[in-house]
């Protein structure tokens, strides 16, 4: 859900919208971490693709997918690319979790599930408890309860385009 929702709702405002992974071939969705959802076809292993290819990037949440991004060093750096060229990134649940990895939340307010939000704050971020949180185009959210205020926020966000480069971690 937090990954086909936003996906619908960016296409029904025009974007083209590619389900990048950590390899091809198909990703099983989950609802809940527990039950099966739709078996996701993939367009491009995140090893094929730079940040120069895309406009913004979403990061869906559930456990499994943010851990097995945070710990892979080519998604990461496909993360710390969009923060470098300042463009419109959304992440969601326990989506910021790859933010973490990738060094780009300190001095930025979040928003997320409660079990990551020492993570955050431990990483510098500021952490609120509200639907949807935008800082320079970075836009957070809490849960799948979120999901209205989230698409909403990113199709306005991804349609202002690039944000100054500011208070990101990330390194060259």
């Not at 971490?33 to 990061?59: F, N, Q, R």
């Not at 079990?115 to 971020?125: E, V």
């Not at 944000?163 to 990101?168: A, G």
Request: aromatic share 4%; with cysteine.
């Amino acid at each position: 859900m937090e990954l086909t929702r936003p996906r619908e709702e960016l296409r029904k405002a025009g974007a083209r919208v590619d389900l990048v992974s950590l390899s091809t071939g198909s990703i099983q969705a989950m609802n809940g971490d527990i039950d099966k959802a739709d078996t996701l076809e993939v367009d491009k292993a995140v090893a094929d693709v730079s940040a120069d290819d895309y406009d913004a990037l979403v990061l869906p949440g559930g456990t499994m997918n943010p851990d097995n991004l945070r710990v892979d060093g080519t998604a990461v750096a496909f993360v710390q690319a969009f923060f470098r060229a300042g463009k419109p990134v959304g992440a969601i649940c326990h989506g910021p979790w790859t933010l973490i990895e990738a060094d780009v939340v300190k001095g930025r307010t979040l928003t997320s599930f409660p079990s990551i939000r020492t993570d955050l704050r431990n990483a510098g971020a500021t952490v609120v408890d509200e639907q949807v949180v935008c800082d320079e185009g970075l836009v957070t959210s809490r849960n799948p309860d979120d999901l209205d205020a989230f698409c909403a926020k990113l199709v306005e966000e991804f349609e202002e385009g690039r944000h100054p480069v500011l208070r990101q971690g990330a390194t060259a």
